[in-house]
C-alpha cells in the first residue's frame, strides 16, 4: 500500500500563508504526478495544483499568482506554498499519488486523509 500523510494545515487570518507538506511512504516504484486538491461540504473536489516528477506544473485558476506547488522527488514529498489566502480557500486539502508500486504494477491514484485550511475574515 502506499500511504500519503499531509501536514501543516490551520487557522490562518485572511491575507495570511500556510505551507502544506505531504509525504509517500511504502511499496513505491515511481510517483508520477503529485498535487493538491481541495473540498468544502457539498461540493465537488477540485484541483489546486499538480506536479509531475520533471517538474511540469498546473494550477487551478482560482490560485493561480497565489499557491506554488514544489516536490522533492528524492523524499517522495510535495509541498503546497499558500500566499494572500483568502476566506473561500478554506476547506480540507487532500494530497494526491498517480504512481506504481512495482515496476509490473499499472499507475493508480493513491490519496491522504486531508488537512483542514481554515481562513477566518
Known amino acids: 500500500q502506499v500511504h500519503l500523510v499531509e501536514s501543516g494545515g490551520g487557522l490562518v487570518q485572511a491575507g495570511g500563508s500556510l505551507r502544506l507538506s505531504c509525504t509517500a511512504s511504502?511499496?513505491?516504484?515511481?510517483?508520477?504526478?503529485m498535487g493538491w486538491y481541495r473540498q468544502v461540504p457539498g461540493k465537488q473536489r477540485e484541483l489546486v495544483a499538480e506536479?509531475?516528477?520533471?517538474?511540469?506544473?498546473n494550477y487551478g485558476d482560482s490560485v493561480k499568482g497565489r499557491f506554488t506547488i514544489s516536490r522533492d522527488n528524492a523524499k517522495r514529498a510535495v509541498y503546497l506554498e499558500m500566499n494572500n489566502l483568502a476566506p473561500e480557500d478554506t476547506a480540507v486539502y487532500y494530497c494526491?499519488?498517480?504512481?506504481?508500486?512495482?515496476?509490473?504494477?499499472?499507475?493508480?491514484?493513491?490519496w491522504g486523509q486531508g488537512t483542514q485550511v481554515t481562513v477566518s475574515s
Open positions: 506536479i509531475t516528477n520533471s517538474g511540469e506544473t
Open positions: 511504502g511499496l513505491i516504484f515511481r510517483i508520477d504526478l
Open positions: 494526491s499519488a498517480k504512481a506504481l508500486r512495482t515496476i509490473m504494477s499499472s499507475s493508480r491514484d493513491y
